[in-house]
């Protein structure tokens, strides 16, 4: 199986063997923290009655993909998609309102986070500070998201706290793995509104307070829903993804993880950016794990999908509305 079939088996299976990969992640072993997998960001829902009116899971922004922690819960209603999925838990705090806060609890080698400053607009990263304590080697974050969840791709949690009447912000970030020096690019990604692998930091992301979907779950087609994406704090409003980011792939002795962001139309309260392995979207997180193991011949390949497609057929049908790919 060459890389490309390779990556589409394993993006295009996602949400069909979610629940195995889950199942087996768990049996591997109790001292982890078991990930919930995020359903292939190129999925939609349509609702069941005329299949005309259909949901992304997620949007893309250049190379990332945006999950809205209540849209998932509307889509996935019984699946623990809220804004306290993962039990609300701040993992890996990378910026935060509060000052002082400390990453020592986490046991691994990592920095803490830069404490936001909640001026607009905001310009700021976290990873390559120059010193030790504020450097963020690959090596350390990969075996802290491995030990801790199996994961080898970081997932970054939003919390937006836009309260007032000028609920939406406009974000860029990046990811860069930087050489020793910290100034060498070895690979970056971008979120942005434009999706060409590069930069854009005139264009950002609109962040919105607030998202209106059309109503799939009723018999009017005019319906819609919205949902406040915004207040409260300490919760997981949007989920970033960036499938290519695999940590493995750059786990040298000296490497470092860069995350920079630009948060502009800043109102209220601060916001807050954390890492964590607790949502995944990999099949294979870790290659001791059973499914990991052995490589399907194209024939058994396509059975196994076969079967899972049937299976992920009957379970989405008994919970939820026909789900597309
Ligand atoms: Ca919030
Ligand atoms: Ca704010
Ligand atoms: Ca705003
Ligand atoms: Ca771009």
Redesign the pocket.
């Given at each position: 199986m060459d890389s490309t079939s390779l990556k589409k088996y394993r993006y295009s299976t996602l949400p069909r063997v979610g629940m195995l990969a889950l199942a087996l992640t768990l049996s591997a072993g109790s001292q982890l923290v078991s990930a919930q997998t995020l359903p292939v960001p190129t999925t939609t829902v349509c609702d069941i009655a005329t299949n005309t009116q259909c949901v992304p899971v997620a949007v893309q922004y250049d190379q990332a993909y945006s999950y809205s922690t209540r849209v998932l819960d509307y889509l996935y209603p019984g699946a623990g998609w809220t804004a306290n999925a993962g039990t609300g838990q701040l993992d890996l705090i990378v910026t935060t309102r509060s000052a002082g806060q400390s990453n020592a609890g986490l046991g691994f080698n990592v920095p803490d986070p830069i404490t936001n400053a909640?001026t607009n607009p905001i310009n700021d990263s976290w990873g390559a500070g120059g010193t030790p304590s504020t450097t963020m080697l690959v090596k350390d974050l990969y075996n802290y998201l491995f030990t801790t969840f199996q994961a080898n791709t970081p997932v970054f949690t939003f919390d937006?706290?836009?309260?007032g009447g000028n609920p939406n912000?406009l974000v860029t970030a990046k990811v860069q793995i930087l050489d020793g020096d910290g100034t060498t690019v070895l690979e970056d990604w971008f979120f942005d509104a434009v999706n060409n692998g590069a930069e854009n930091l005139g264009s950002p992301v609109t962040a919105p307070g607030e998202i209106t979907i059309p109503a799939i779950n009723t018999a009017s087609l005019l319906d819609t829903v919205t949902f406040d994406n915004n207040k409260g704090s300490g919760k997981f409003d949007y989920l970033l993804y960036i499938p290519d980011l695999n940590l493995a792939d750059f786990d040298d002795d000296d490497n470092i993880f860069k995350l920079s962001w630009v948060?502009s139309d800043?109102?209220?309260?601060?916001?807050e950016i954390t890492i964590t392995g607790r949502f995944t979207g990999e099949l294979c997180p870790n290659p001791d794990l059973p499914q990991c193991q052995v490589v399907p011949e194209p024939q058994s390949l396509a059975l196994i999908s076969l079967a899972l497609l049937v299976m992920g057929i009957a379970s989405s049908r008994r919970r939820h509305p026909r789900v597309v790919d």
């Open positions: 909640n937006q706290n836009e309260t912000l948060f800043v109102d209220d309260g601060g916001e």
